[in-house]
């Protein structure tokens, strides 16, 4: 016998039994109570409690600690793949084989390049210009470049704009970092992997070939590894929600690229590095976290929306960050790291709170020792997520049950009032 939950509403006299199913129920169902002549519904700001949608992408259990890409464990994704073919399994559900990877990243390497009309556009950003804003703008102007995107019922064209896009968010990206430092811009060589590519696009000078230390390369790809998908996180929802109304890929990114601007959901690992400079040195850390208990301060990189446990990521992140160090040498600041590591994993305020240390707690130490200023940190979290976008656009456009995003309101104005003349106002 199905699960069922069984309501009453007296006032209107009404009893029904709304089926339960995934644990949860529909929403649609409650509309049968009426209330003041109004159906029923819920209030959730925050979509703290609500499913959008039925995914096959990324599980996650918050309580447990468990992040799964299609199935397999985060952990050894980041061990044993490449991005590519990571980002292979979120749009194709399956790992690819050794034809089907190179096939693959030879279809990436194809449309790595910028169309040149869209360089003309980037070079009229002041060099100030976030590279985010560079970010952007950019995606969405893809469009007119692509406009097939349009296309998006069309299985092959589809594809061929989701390869063009994850391709060319390293050359994007690494233009708009080349644009704020005034240097030229390195165009992508295909002698080069995708991460190690990357690397090159932002940091060859003058040297004929550009080689980056292994080490740096495998953890520019776990990270990237980590960061492309995440479930119906706030820029995954604005991507759907803009493709809801029937648009195509690149300017459904974009807005997702917009909502992870926001401090509140790329820029955490920013906000962390300047918490550990303000700390400064081991020797302030107590002193730090009694402020923290006091409420005088905010402990950065801890705690989660969704994790109430120690984040996947961040125990693979810590491998990352000792290899890094190796190649560039240790950051003073790793050892303040570590010490609110301490306190955040035994100190029982800490503890009972179930603030535990989150992805983006070691990933900007990783970022700063690697060369990119803070402002570029959240592109280093754009570029990866690309994939895990294009994933769920795809998941989106061909899913039956979605329509276009309509929540509703509970209007607190002013009812229908008389119109005042301008004489008459005060």
């Not at 952007?136 to 390869?163: C, G």
């Not at 994007?172 to 644009?179: M, P, Q, V």
């Amino acid at each position: 016998m199905p699960d069922t939950l069984e309501i009453r509403f007296p006032a209107a006299g009404v009893e029904a039994e709304l089926a339960v199913t995934e644990a949860t129920i529909r929403a649609t169902d409650l509309r049968q109570f009426p209330v003041g002549g109004e159906p029923l519904a819920t209030f959730d700001p925050g979509f703290m409690n609500t499913a959008v949608c039925h995914s096959s992408i990324t599980y996650i259990d918050g309580d447990a600690g468990v992040l799964e890409y299609r199935g397999y464990p985060i952990a050894e994704l980041a061990e044993k793949s490449t991005y590519l073919e990571v980002a292979y399994l979120l749009l194709n559900g399956e790992l690819p084989t050794a034809a089907q990877l190179q096939e693959w990243e030879l279809l990436i390497t194809e449309h790595r390049m910028l169309p040149d009309k869209l360089k003309t556009v980037l070079a009229g950003f002041p060099y100030d210009a976030h590279p985010m804003t560079i970010l952007m703008a950019s995606v969405a102007a893809f469009f007119s470049f692509y406009p097939d995107a349009q296309n998006f019922e069309d299985k092959s064209a589809r594809d061929l704009n989701i390869a063009r896009l994850i391709a060319k968010m390293p050359t994007l990206a690494a233009f708009a970092y080349r644009k704020g430092k005034a240097k030229p811009y390195i165009n992508p060589d295909d002698k080069y992997g995708y991460c190690h590519n990357f690397l090159a696009m932002l940091f060859k000078q003058n040297e004929r070939r550009y080689e980056a230390d292994p080490r740096l390369i495998r953890a520019m790809e776990v990270l990237f590894i980590l960061h492309a998908d995440h479930e119906q996180n706030c820029s995954t929802n604005a991507v759907r929600s803009v493709a809801s109304s029937g648009n195509d890929l690149f300017t459904s990114c974009s807005a997702g690229i917009g909502a992870l601007h926001g401090p509140l959901h790329g820029g955490a690992n920013e906000a962390v590095l300047r918490m550990l400079r303000e700390i400064g040195t081991v020797e302030r850390v107590p002193e730090f976290i009694e402020g923290v208990k006091a409420g005088k301060a905010r402990m950065m990189g801890f705690g989660h929306r969704v994790y109430k446990n120690y984040d996947p990521r961040a125990k693979i992140i810590k491998k990352s960050v000792e290899d890094v160090f190796e190649v560039t040498g240790v950051n003073p600041l790793l050892k303040v790291a570590q010490e609110l590591e301490k306190y955040g994993l035994t100190d029982e305020y800490f503890v009972k709170r179930r603030l535990y240390p989150n992805v983006d707690f070691y990933s900007g130490l990783i970022y700063e020792a690697l060369g990119f200023p803070p402002e570029m940190f959240t592109v280093l979290f754009a570029v990866p997520r690309t994939s895990g976008w294009a994933a769920q656009y795809q998941e989106f456009i061909t899913d039956p049950e979605q329509k276009i995003m309509r929540p509703k309101q509970i209007y607190t104005g002013h009812r229908t009032r008389a119109y005042v003349p301008m004489e008459e106002r005060a």
